[in-house]
């Protein structure tokens, strides 16, 4: 039994499609994040999960039971929305027992979820004040207490954090991981930002266009990106691609960057499809971090890049080289001295590369 | 040595500016007070007159002091000389008015908030089409809707009453209202109609638990806007209502200009402010509320 199940699910807005064909699964106890640019149809999904929206084809199970024309407070769900959306004129209590209210819920039963769930949250101190008195983040934990007294079978969140300052967001990032932990309540999770992503999925799935480009563990999102999009998206600064060709010499598998003279082996890579490689149009991959200043693997490629441009940002330094007139971006520990204008001698971690098909734009 | 060239100079540039600053303002008190003495005036005549004997009014000069505080002709304004036929005065017709204000204000400030609301939270194909024309209400002048009205009401058979006057009110009252009540629940978070839907509250519970408690400012701009322009509405009473059933504006008209013999000024003048006092009223005690309503952007949870 799948907690949430979305079967070919596609929605216009007129004549704009936001969502083509989306399957996706979660099994019970899952942190499921979408993570998407803007426009690319991910809150649309969560507001169908929800119910808020209608849907032109496909299906939304929970619990194996079809609610596609379910309404929303019968789906089961809570929902904690990016601007709070805490009910102004009511105070924080009025605030947490009006879904159960609503569900015709005895006096007793809400008593004892209202405490529960406000001491849980630390918010009882707080019960009888209006939204406008409270803080960013007591606004930001009523709201999660207000989804949490429902007891859902499903938490969506909708870029809960975005309305935040930095350090607060940080802060309220790992209070919801906490959260996860303890409860263990599937969780749908709406996010553009992919640090959030990385550090509470268990689950990621990245969109675009209207379509899940990949969903899968955040370990295997940013070390196999199954495609350049998600490549592109995951990392910062994101994966180098540079432009080549495959060459097949006696079994043997090597890529050659556009107007380079050195061939760089991939004999250890895991392809897809083993088959035509021959000089074959594809964009090798390396994310910064994996291109080091000291050999540290056996099979670490050697190459000399000119040092063109240095960023520092405390920690680390990014730095720009020159890869025969492609630009390749690396990250160093900011305690390593590079000239500029002149030959470094840098190490690729091979074990850590992506090979794209310059066409389709796909893992290989 | 140049130090003190500076300064020196600094200094009397720093004088030059104090003198033009404290001209500037005296010349602005001077522009203030002599707009608002011009607006004062026409009030002043008014209260003065009407505390005047007629004797006083013959004699004096418009702006002089009334000899006492005689509030005799406020007393006949009111409530008549006491004589049979032909004496008109306001009581009767104060409270049509106030019977005909009170449900119009009531039901086009309601019908309004709830469009209002259906416009902004309940999107459907078409609306701000409904809305454009909901809008050209605003711009209708109403004298190009008298006659079909007219028929209307007598349709409907409530011509010459207080409750077809309702009924125009409220129908012209809508398009405002709506305007008003549609860009206040702009500026509300949509989030919170969806947080109610997932919380279980319908159509109806949304509007009243959440919505209205938070559209204070708005509804007092409302009622006081309908209450000013229904309060003080002379075509549409003195057209579809005559006699017993006119509303005091009507009333007012009548007296003032069908009097058969001396013109009594006092009268006039007491009438007059009597039938304004209702507006004054709504708009001191809710006047506060009216500026904030005005100027109150988006509601912060």
């Given at each position: ?85 805490l009910y102004p004129s009511m105070n924080v209590r009025e605030n947490m027992i009006f879904?159960?209210k ?12 209202l405490?529960?769930?406000s001491?849980?949250?630390?918010v009882d101190q707080l019960l009888e004040r209006k939204p406008s008195q409270l803080?960013?983040?007591q606004r930001?934990?009523v709201?999660?207490g207000r ?218 | ?208 638990k959440i919505?209205?408690p938070i ?86 949870g």
């Open positions: 039994m799948k907690t949430l199940k979305i079967e070919d699910l596609s929605k216009n807005f007129g004549s704009t499609e936001v969502l083509r064909k989306i399957n996706l699964e979660i099994d019970e106890g899952n942190f499921l994040v979408l993570l998407g640019p803007s426009g690319c149809g991910k809150s649309t999904l969560l507001n169908i999960i929800a119910g808020l929206e209608t849907i032109n084809e496909g299906n939304v199970f929970i619990d194996d039971y079809n609610v596609s024309k379910v309404e929303p407070k019968d789906r089961n769900i809570a929902m904690v929305f990016q601007s709070y959306a879904g159960l609503q569900a015709k819920t005895s006096k007793e039963k809400i008593e004892q979820q405490e529960k769930v001491k849980f949250l630390q803080s960013g983040g930001q934990r709201a999660i989804a949490l007294v429902r007891e859902p079978r499903i938490f969506l969140f909708d870029e809960p954090l975005s309305n935040l300052d930095a350090k607060l967001r940080v802060e309220m990032r790992r209070e919801i991981k906490k959260l996860h932990q303890q409860l263990k309540t599937t969780v749908v999770y709406v996010t553009h930002d992919q640090t959030e992503a990385m550090s509470l999925g268990t689950r990621i799935a990245i969109m675009n266009h209207g379509v899940i480009q990949q969903n899968d563990t955040p370990e295997i999102i940013y070390n196999k990106p199954s495609n350049t999009f998600v490549a592109d998206f995951i990392g910062s600064p994101s994966m180098n691609l540079i432009k080549g060709s495959l060459k097949e010499n006696s079994g043997e598998i090597s890529f050659t960057a556009n107007g380079s003279n050195f061939e760089i082996p991939v004999k250890g890579y895991d392809f897809i499809d083993k088959s035509s490689l021959n000089n074959k149009e594809v964009f090798f991959g390396i994310r910064p971090e994996h291109i080091y200043f000291k050999k540290s693997n056996e099979t670490d490629f050697e190459v000399n890049l000119r040092a063109d441009l240095s960023e520092y940002i405390g920690h680390e330094q990014i730095m720009t080289f020159d890869y025969a007139n492609q630009e390749i971006l690396a990250k160093f520990p900011s305690t390593i001295k590079i000239e500029l204008a002149k030959e470094t001698k840098l190490y690729f971690d091979l074990t850590q590369a992506s090979l794209f098909d310059a066409q389709t734009e796909e893992r290989i | 040595m140049q130090d003190n060239l500076k300064s020196s100079s600094y200094q009397r540039l720093e004088q030059k500016s104090k003198y033009t600053n404290m001209f500037l303002r005296w010349f602005l008190y001077f522009v203030l007070i002599l707009f608002a003495s011009y607006f004062i005036f026409p009030l002043y005549v008014m209260v003065v007159t009407s505390l005047k004997t007629m004797e006083e009014i013959r004699q004096g000069t418009l702006l002089s002091w009334p000899g006492g505080l005689n509030f005799d002709s406020w007393a006949v304004a009111w409530g008549g000389r006491g004589y049979g036929a032909g004496d008109t005065f306001l009581r009767p017709y104060f409270w049509n008015s106030i019977k005909m204000v009170v449900p119009a204000v009531f039901f086009s400030t309601f019908i309004g908030a709830m469009t209002g609301y259906v416009l902004t939270k309940w999107r459907f194909k078409g609306d701000s089409w409904v809305f454009l024309f909901l809008l050209f209400g605003c711009f209708i002048p109403f004298q190009a809707i008298l006659l079909p009205m007219a028929r209307t009401l007598g349709a409907l058979g409530i011509s010459n009453s207080i409750v077809g006057l309702v009924l125009v009110h409220t129908v012209y009252g809508i398009p405002f209202t709506t305007l008003f009540f549609r860009n206040y629940y702009v500026s509300v978070p949509t989030e919170l109609v969806k947080a109610a839907r997932i919380d279980g509250a319908g159509f109806f519970k949304i509007f009243f919505l209205l559209s204070a400012p708005i509804i007092v701009v409302t009622v006081i806007w309908q209450f000013t322009q229904i309060w003080n509405d002379f075509l549409f009473g003195s057209t579809f209502s005559f006699g017993e059933a006119a509303p005091i504006q009507v009333a007012l008209n009548n007296m003032v200009l069908s009097s058969t013999s001396v013109k009594e000024y006092n009268v006039d003048m007491a009438s007059a402010i009597i039938a304004g006092v209702p507006t004054l009223i709504v708009y001191v005690l809710a006047g506060k509320y009216f500026i904030r309503g005005l100027t109150s952007g988006a509601v912060k």
